[in-house]
């Protein structure tokens, strides 16, 4: 009978003392779809474990798992593999990477195809639980804490007006160009900010190129709109046409007849979040810099008037 | 330092960093010249030069920083491109550089002071030398290759490598740095990783006819490349891409051309490694932030003088990226068929394309379908008139997600320009009409509702042309509206040019004038005016001398409100060059 009320007493107080492991849990509502890009941005996760009050001391893991809405699991944590941290008895703060530590949670089906080709969960709502196990038999050490998050992952603009390749003319061209171009999509909740810029592609440069080193001539910034119309004011101009082994290309037309000169330009979206952060959710540039799309402007008149005059 | 050169003693006292490209470029001009001594076997063309461009920008009342800076106060460029030819042997020199950084996107973007391997790599500057015997290349310097849409092309690489071409076989290979290690500087530059690349090629090739050829393509940053990682989304990163192209063109101008590519890229090499990571030794480690993914596009078609047709299909998957093309938009599917064709003798060319983009091909949740259509139709209807009619569509929608309503804009422009034109003895005119619609219809995500945009444009152009003279003025008038709900903008601009040569045709002078009246909703009008002047001159057979100079002047009407009514700024830009011409 002693030893029953003993073995009683010792599950009660250890029942208590896990109980009494505190922990918080905060998940951004609508974090990156790269799971990666958890870890580098450190605001998007967030795992509180406070000290016992009892200074209980010992060690623990976090084991956790992600779930669908239907309460599905396709990822969690491979408790044999991951880390094991000793309960301390200052305020412990973890972030994305020590949570959903990539090297050791596991995923199945459909969602690990997806992670292991771009890195990325598929689009769709979701469920991550979190909860501290000691080692060896992983038997609780905190109450399980839940949160749901929507999962999107970020397209960037596509650069519809000017499009690739377009020849403006000249005549209206230097008055006013239309840029529009297609929504950060999905449409976050706060206004995107959209930075357009213009670079002047010079001789022997590619338009890439151009990006990189040249002065923009426009650097315009929008918010939460998709057209922009801009008044050069003098910055577009064929002012070297004629020039031998300048940058305005001398251009075949269709029918054979010899094109004025024209200039080349490479026109670009960089887009930002309210917070002034470069949205791409992972892209190779990590700078929300859509694809480039080049642009002629060119004298389309003068073309006319040089086959007309070759007939006189 | 002392070089021997052509019998000639060269010292090279301690010189900054920024003239030892300008010591290397005189070394090389003496070599250029003295090449052309032997004008029975050697020739030497291109050309060289250096330009000069300053900008100024005076804005009041002081403080109103409502407009910004177009262009670097000061710059130089310098240009070298001379080619030597022997028989068997070529030459090319490809040297571009100037001489302050104007870096605002990529690993460059804000940088100060550079030094000399960041300066090299700059993409502002380029130095290469191409030396060309027979089918064998040697590649030194900054090179931009080319190999294939999906593998490597975007992207300069200093270092070193060969093409080679025996027959119909290609082996390629170039290694070099594409970027130095930039720290982070607080408002300055955002910070990179030196970055190590390397591309091959193998295959065979048979140009107009047939090719088989295998590319690869690597980049690896070095992530000790710099003292302390920079904040934010900068990681180092590796990644490599393999691909195959094939491509063949058969009988009556049908074509057919395909790649498939696969890449692989860690996109944080500080992250850990991991035995379930995709790896593909020996050319990448895996960790945890390495996927891997692939892409793919097709081509055929047919063309001949007067009638192409094409498809084309290009996917790129969601995990799909290579370092030879930094800013490849993944996850995404376009197909579109293009035509052209010439009718009534030539008079009439028409040329076509339609297709659709598909974009988050991967996320069916928000799977986002893009309209193309094109079409461009040009009519010579007589000896007098001309008419070209374009109109194009893009229409993009996308899935409502966590959104009441999906994303739904509809771009449409339709543009017509008839052109009359009629002579005499001593005159030909030239009079063209131009008038544009754009129409762009945009859905509020979270209301439903549609609001439109719509832009009339009218050009009105006249050029006379002086049969017996050497003058080339022109005229033309613009009107520009711009009405969407609750705001109107209006333009309306005169412009005028004068081209004429000038002691005996070594001055060619050219001038413009242009003046913009613009007015948004009810505010006062804003005025503009623009005078711009070129004036080349010749001064020898193989020197040229340019000079160009504009003026930008803009007041605003009350549109900006108290303390900025009648704010005004004046922009002017001049640039001076020379160029030198090789050869005859």
């Known amino acids: ?312 | 330092m002392e070089l021997v050169f052509r019998n000639k003693i060269f010292v090279l006292t301690k010189t900054s960093k920024m003239k030892q490209p300008i010591i290397c470029l005189f070394l090389l001009t003496s070599l250029g010249l003295s090449a052309q001594d032997k004008k029975s076997k050697v020739s030497v063309s291109g050309n060289m030069g250096v330009t000069y461009e300053g900008y100024g920008l005076n804005r009041n009342p002081t403080g109103w920083t409502g407009y910004s800076q177009r262009k670097p106060w000061n710059q130089v460029r310098f240009t070298f491109q001379p080619t030597i030819t022997t028989p068997k042997f070529s030459l090319p020199f490809n040297f571009n550089f100037n001489t302050t950084p104007t870096n605002f996107i990529g690993p460059y973007a804000g940088i100060g002071k550079q030094s000399f391997g960041q300066y090299i790599t700059n993409p502002s500057n380029n130095f290469a030398v191409n030396p060309k015997y027979k089918w064998a290349e040697l590649q030194l310097g900054t090179q931009y290759l080319n190999y294939s849409n999906l593998s490597t092309g975007d992207v300069g690489v200093f270092g070193a490598g060969f093409d080679l071409r025996p027959d119909v076989w290609r082996l390629k290979f170039f290694t070099g740095v594409s970027q130095q290690g930039v720290n982070f500087f607080s408002g300055g530059a955002n910070g990179s990783y030196k970055r190590k690349n390397w591309m091959a090629q193998l295959g065979m090739e048979k140009e107009d006819s047939y090719a088989l050829l295998f590319n690869f393509a690597k980049g690896k940053d070095d992530k000790n490349s710099i003292p302390l990682p920079p904040p934010g989304s900068v990681l180092p990163q590796e990644g490599f891409t393999m691909s195959v192209v094939g491509k063949v063109n058969i009988k009556g101008g049908w074509y057919l051309s395909t790649e498939g590519a696969q890449s692989i890229y860690t996109k944080d090499l500080f992250l850990p490694t991991s035995a379930t990571a995709v790896t593909i030794k020996p050319f990448l480690d895996g960790n945890t932030s390495t996927v891997k993914d692939f892409a793919a596009e097709g081509m055929v078609g047919r063309k001949s003088k007067n009638f192409d047709i094409g498809v084309k299909v290009k996917y790129i998957g969601a995990g799909f990226q290579t370092v030879g093309y930094p800013f490849m938009q993944p996850d995404r599917m376009d197909y579109l068929l293009n035509t052209r064709f010439n009718a009534f003798k030539n008079k009439t060319n028409v040329t076509a394309s339609i297709g659709q983009r598909v974009n988050n091909v991967s996320n069916t949740a928000l799977k986002a379908k893009q309209f193309i259509g094109k079409l461009n139709w040009f009519s010579q209807i007589n000896d007098n008139w001309s008419v070209n009619i374009n109109y194009n569509n893009f229409g993009f929608q996308s899935n409502s997600g966590i959104n009441p309503f999906g994303i739904k804009n509809v771009s449409n422009d339709f543009g017509i320009a008839p052109t009359y034109t009629w002579s005499n003895t001593k005159m030909v005119h030239l009079l063209s009409l131009s008038y544009n619609y754009s129409k762009y219809d945009e859905r509020d995500v979270i209301t439903g509702l549609t609001t439109s945009n719509n832009t009339h444009t009218g050009l009105l152009t006249y050029v006379p042309s002086f049969l017996t003279k050497d003058l080339t003025p022109d005229f033309s008038v613009m009107y520009f509206i711009n009405k969407l709900p609750g705001f109107k903008t209006t333009l309306a601009t005169i412009s005028t040019g004068l081209a004429l040569p000038a002691m005996k045709k070594k001055l060619q002078l050219r001038g413009q004038l242009q003046y913009t009246f613009s007015k948004n909703n009810t505010f006062t009008a804003n005025n503009n005016f623009i005078a711009s002047c070129t004036i080349d001159a010749k001064l020898n057979k193989k020197t040229t001398w340019t000079n160009f100079l504009s003026t930008n002047y803009f007041k605003h009407g009350n549109e900006l409100g108290l303390p900025f009514i009648g704010a005004n700024y004046l922009e002017s830009n001049f640039r001076t060059g020379l160029m030198y011409r090789f050869g005859k």
């Open chain 1, 1 to 312: 009978m002693k030893k029953i009320f003993y073995i009683l007493s010792i599950l009660f107080f250890a029942k208590n003392s896990v109980a009494q492991v505190n922990t918080n849990l905060v998940l951004s509502p609508n974090p990156p779809a790269s799971l990666m890009q958890w870890g580098v941005s450190r605001e998007t996760l967030t795992f509180i474990v406070f000290p016992s009050a009892q200074g209980i001391r010992g060690e623990y893991k976090i084991k956790t798992e992600i779930k669908l809405s239907d309460g599905t699991v396709i990822g969690k944590t491979d408790l044999n593999k991951s880390k094991t941290y000793t309960l301390s008895s200052a305020t412990t703060i973890f972030n994305a990477a020590d949570v959903v530590p990539l090297e050791s949670m596991i995923f199945t089906g459909k969602h690990k195809t997806s992670l292991e080709k771009s890195g990325k969960l598929l689009s769709d709502n979701y469920e991550i639980c979190v909860q501290l196990v000691r080692p060896p038999d992983f038997a609780p050490f905190s109450e399980i804490k839940c949160k749901t998050f929507y999962l999107a992952a970020t397209q960037l603009p596509i650069l519809m007006k000017p499009y690739n390749q377009e020849e403006l003319d000249y005549d209206i061209a230097k008055t006013t160009i239309i840029f529009r171009w297609t929504p950060v999509v999905p449409k976050p909740k706060a206004l995107v900010t959209y930075k357009i810029m213009v670079f002047e592609v010079l001789q022997n440069q590619n338009p890439v190129q151009a990006v990189r080193s040249n002065f923009p001539i426009l650097t315009q910034e929008v918010r939460g709109v998709t057209q922009y119309i801009w008044q050069p004011r003098g910055v577009v101009d064929l002012s070297d046409n004629n020039v031998k082994d300048s940058a305005m290309q001398q251009r075949k037309g269709l029918d054979g007849t010899v094109k004025g000169g024209s200039k080349k330009y490479v026109w670009i979206i960089q887009s930002f979040d309210n917070l002034g952060q470069p949205l791409g959710d992972g892209n190779i540039n990590a700078d929300g810099v859509s694809e480039p799309t080049v642009f002629f402007v060119r004298q389309k008149v003068k073309d006319i008037k040089i086959k007309d005059t070759d007939k006189q």
